[in-house]
């Protein structure tokens, strides 16, 4: 095997118990750091159930997105107006953001869509977002380059999450490895990140293991605002003056979704008799 971010030769740096029964090698890459396992012939078992019991920071997961995915979105995609999660499990996110005001849909090859039902890539003719995220999901990616390319074939933005590679040359042990589930097969390190992005001519920005792949160039403004998290200040003749905010007020969906999801229902009914 090869590298299957940058091509580059491996060298193998533990083996670990796949699904507690499977043992399988992961190797580094020598030049871009990104972590691989042995070919994943046991993906079809470890996804039967898509969410395992052993995640159990789904929801403070979801709340730390709250935290960040907006501020992202309003500094550096202010006229945005439509956005999917891709691989966007029960369609909490989804519910959560459509609250606060952001159109978003959900897609998930492999999850039953719990929480936003009615608001699937499949309910809308578009294919075609101003922003895609994409949460926990690359660290799945059995092929990341060629399903990176599917995922921003749906917007030239893409907002993610993972967590990169430690420094530390010990990380048999790292808690991301996940051995257990078997779903995760591809850690990242910043360098293999941005070998990705220039494959895709995207620009890459970071905020600890939140990060985006964006044709646009970010100001400095914006950078300092919603990732370094410095309080910026308008300058006029040499003078700071008011601190620049880029939060948008939205009105929230909770209601719209509410009346659009009775007359879904409403429509149903009626045709079945």
């Not at 380059?145 to 933005?157: C, M």
Request: aromatic fraction near 16%; include cysteine.
């Amino acid at each position: 095997m090869n590298c299957k971010i940058c091509e580059a030769s491996l060298e193998k740096i533990f083996s670990k118990k796949i699904l507690l029964k499977y043992d399988v090698d992961y190797h580094q890459c020598t030049h871009c750091g990104f972590i691989q396992t042995d070919e994943p012939f046991w993906l079809d078992e470890a996804y039967r159930n898509a969410i395992t019991s052993l995640d159990i920071g789904i929801l403070k997961r979801n709340n730390d997105l709250l935290q960040v995915v907006p501020k992202f979105i309003d500094t550096f995609f202010p006229q945005s107006a439509i956005y999917l999660d891709y691989a966007g499990g029960y369609g909490i996110f989804v519910r959560l953001m459509r609250d606060l005001g952001y159109d978003f849909y959900r897609k998930d090859i492999y999850c039953e869509n719990i929480f936003s039902k009615h608001f699937d890539l499949t309910d809308i003719d578009t294919r075609k977002f101003d922003v895609v995220t994409a949460f926990e999901v690359l660290e799945h990616l059995e092929n990341p380059v060629v399903e990176i390319e599917k995922i921003l074939s749906y917007s030239d933005n893409l907002i993610f999450s993972t967590d990169l590679v430690p420094k530390e040359e010990n990380i048999e042990n790292w808690v991301y490895i996940a051995s257990e589930t078997g779903q995760h097969i591809a850690f990242y390190t910043e360098k293999a990140l941005h070998i990705i992005a220039k494959k895709f001519e995207k620009n890459y920005y970071k905020k600890s293991s939140y990060h985006i792949f964006s044709s646009k160039k970010f100001t400095k403004e914006q950078i300092d605002y919603a990732i370094n998290d410095r309080a910026t200040y308008k300058e006029f003749f040499g003078l700071r003056k008011k601190r620049l905010d880029f939060r948008i007020q939205r009105p929230g969906l909770l209601e719209a979704d509410y009346v659009k999801i009775q007359k879904i229902l409403h429509y149903k009914m009626l045709n079945r008799k």
